[in-house]
């Protein structure tokens, strides 16, 4: 045990290793108080140098790397009060938190040198070369360094927007730059959604990519340029023929157009036309079936006007009928067996032999052993109707249909309704909506234009034009002009019955011709929809339309068409009342600006773009804001994937006046009613 205290002071090294446990338990409570009190001080100027510093170090980086530009801004004034007004002006006329532009700190000439060396430079509008140094930084006196971004910014003219600004418009979303497409027919020019301007690039089609073409925009936008291009192009570069059912008529200009007077004609539908179209429609075409003909009749009538599956019936029923009492279904037992319809009448041997001439000998012929000879010979008065060959029937067929036409079915109809019960209101009212319909056709020069007539044109021709007589060398556009006069229901049924016999009467000659040419068809349909499913009627008293069914007519011939040398094409402002089928079976679309959800939807589907979602809704908003003349055009019919992709375009506008009725007049001759024109 020891006890000491000492005093040291020194320095000293040690080193030491301890082990040390220790175990225990403690509380306790402890009051506590302070106070403190603490200064930081800066230098303000200093901080407000270097970040002035370190903003000009930040551009000169910036435009390192970017490039820059020395700017040089010149404010000239009359008087000191312009010029202290304009320095206060400009100190608070750029600026912003941003970096995008910095604020403009105005400088006087230092000397009146130095303002006549500004004032020289700024008449002439070249930079001020006046240099000073500042330390290291070496510059022009009256320059200032700026980035693109600024200079964009510095650049903008002074503007005032109420509204949407036009400076933050949307862009046109990318579409498809092929500026070496083959082909012969010239559709438009390619716009550039990157340069946002017109090029001078060619959209062009060849025969490999021709297919169902769909055009569709809203009125007034550029479709019926697109297809008149077409038309006139696959005319002139591949001598297809053309008809095109308008139900306007602003078509007719192309009478006045670049292709030859001989290969364009016009036919009109209206009362009062210098060139009318007389056309029976009830009459039995040269290379169809009465008995197809008749169904397909009874329902396109139908469907022109929404009617109902009883008024379909009622209309079926009074054409077969007036075929059967006339000797039309020269294939059907109630007529071969009718001892006045069942034989060849004397007056009907000359149509025989006309049939056979024009179908010249045949490969083989069970009548005369293969010769080809003995055709004429036993088409005699008093042949048996049994013992006839296909094509006599058919000819006769044609021949006694002249007799019938939508003249004598209002009557039949008429008759129908008239003898009905007070009681059968149901039958009644499901007729009179049918009369309402037909009506149009019963009486004054509409009956005279499409009632039964020797003089009723070949509607199956239309298109084949030219002076030589070999069909090789006939081809054109026709153009059947609806006008604003005539009732939208007539337009519907002779547009859809024309439509139907060019069709048919097509798919016939192509199957004669196999082997041999056939000349292509091209069908141009104006407000398609209308024509395809029929205008809005009241006159459907059996609640239901017939559409469905005429639907599978029209989408057939959009299915099967191109395998028999059919190009149809649709022109409309509402894509989404067309038929799916229709829609779904056009390889080409070329579209303008559609407003309507539905319409939207069908062109983004075409286009291979979402339709839902937040996906390609900028193309979506492009289609509902596209200017006028500018359009959206996919040529989806290729084997190459790149091909396929769609192209903004600004299609070629066919150069033509439109004619008046007097030129039409001077143009065709006078075709009255009474006086009529055989066709070609």
């Known amino acids: 045990r020891s006890l000491g ?77 312009g010029r202290q007004v304009a320095e206060a002006a400009s100190v608070s006329a750029f600026g912003g938190s941003q970096g995008v532009v910095t604020h403009l ?52 003219p002074g503007l005032f927007e109420e509204g949407t600004a036009l400076t933050i418009q949307e862009r046109i979303p990318p579409f498809a730059f092929m500026p070496n497409m083959k082909g012969e027919v010239v559709l438009g020019f390619l716009h550039s959604t990157e340069r946002g301007e017109l090029t001078t690039a060619r959209v062009l089609l060849s025969k490999d990519r021709h297919a169902h073409t769909m055009f569709a925009a809203d009125t007034r ?71 197809r003909q008749y169904a397909a009749t009874a329902e396109l009538i139908a469907n022109a006007g929404q009617m109902g599956p009883r008024q379909l019936g009622y209309i079926k029923q009074a054409m077969w009928e007036l075929y059967v009492e006339n000797g039309v279904m020269t294939a059907d037992k109630a007529v071969y067996t009718d001892p006045k319809w069942g034989v060849v009448a004397p007056d009907e041997e000359s149509v025989l032999q006309e049939a056979a001439a024009q179908r010249g000998p045949s490969s083989f012929d069970s009548r005369s052993g293969g010769s080809g000879r003995g055709l004429l010979a036993r088409a005699r008065a ?52 049918v009369l309402l319909r037909l009506e149009i056709f019963s ?80 069908i141009f349909f104006e407000e398609a929809n209308k024509v395809l499913k029929g205008v809005n009627s009241d006159a459907s008293g059996d609640g239901g339309t017939t559409t469905s069914v005429a639907s599978s007519l029209w989408e057939s011939m959009w299915r099967d068409g191109i395998k028999y040398g059919i190009y149809l094409h649709p022109i409309t402002q509402t894509p989404s009342e067309l038929p799916e089928g229709i829609v779904n079976s056009c390889n080409n679309a070329v579209f303008g600006q559609l407003k309507g959800l539905k319409d939207r939807d069908i062109a983004m589907g075409h286009l291979a773009r979402s339709e839902r979602g937040f996906a390609d809704e900028e193309y979506k908003r492009f289609l509902s804001r596209m200017p006028k003349a500018l359009m959206v055009c996919k040529l989806g019919y290729s084997e190459d994937i790149a091909e396929i992709e769609p192209m903004l375009m600004r299609p070629l506008r066919v150069p033509g006046s439109e004619p008046t009725d007097t030129d039409i007049m001077a143009r065709f001759g006078s075709f009255g009613i009474r006086s009529g024109s055989d066709q070609r």
């Open 221 to 291: 936008y550029g479709k019926s340029v697109a297809a008149e291009r077409m038309a006139v192009e696959v005319v002139d570069e591949w001598q297809h023929r053309v008809v095109v059912p308008d139900f306007g008529a602003g078509w007719r200009r192309l009478l006045n157009g670049p292709l030859d007077m001989e290969r364009v004609d016009i036919y009109q539908l209206f009362p009062g036309a210098w060139r009318p179209l007389r056309w029976n429609f009830i009459q039995i075409g040269r290379r169809i079936d009465p008995n």
């Open 5 to 81: 205290r000492s005093y040291t002071e020194g320095v000293s090294i040690g080193r030491s290793l301890g082990v040390a446990q220790m175990q225990g338990m403690g509380m306790g409570v402890a009051p506590s108080a302070s106070i403190s009190k603490s200064f930081q001080w800066k230098d303000e100027a200093a901080v407000a140098i270097t970040q002035l510093l370190e903003q000009r170090m930040n551009t000169l980086k910036e435009a390192g790397e970017e490039g820059g530009f020395y700017s040089d801004v010149y404010i000239l004034t009359r008087t000191e009060n």
């Open 382 to 433: 008093g042949a048996q109707m049994l013992d006839l060959e296909p094509f006599e029937r058919q000819a006769l067929a044609v021949h006694r249909s002249k007799k019938v036409s939508v003249v004598e079915l209002y009557g039949r109809l008429k008759d129908k309704f008239d003898a009905l019960k007070p009681s059968e209101q149901t039958e009644r009212t499901s007729l009179k909506g």
């Open 105 to 156: 700190q105005p400088r006087r000439p230092a000397s009146e040198d130095e303002r006549k060396h500004i004032l020289r430079h700024a008449r002439a509008f070249t930079p001020s070369t006046l240099a000073e140094s500042l330390g290291w930084i070496n510059g022009y006196a009256y320059s200032t360094i700026i980035t693109p971004t600024q200079q964009a910014a510095y650049s903008a």
């Open 443 to 522: 009486h004054g020069e509409m009956g005279m234009m499409y009632g039964a007539s020797e003089r009723s044109i070949a509607i199956e021709d239309l298109g084949l034009l030219g002076k030589e007589p070999n069909l090789a060398d006939r081809y054109g556009l026709c153009i059947l002009e609806g006008g604003a006069e005539m009732d939208e229901y007539a337009k519907a049924v002779i547009f859809g019955l024309a439509a139907w016999h060019l069709y048919n009467d097509s798919v016939v000659r192509r199957r004669e011709t196999i082997g041999g040419f056939n000349r292509p068809l091209n």
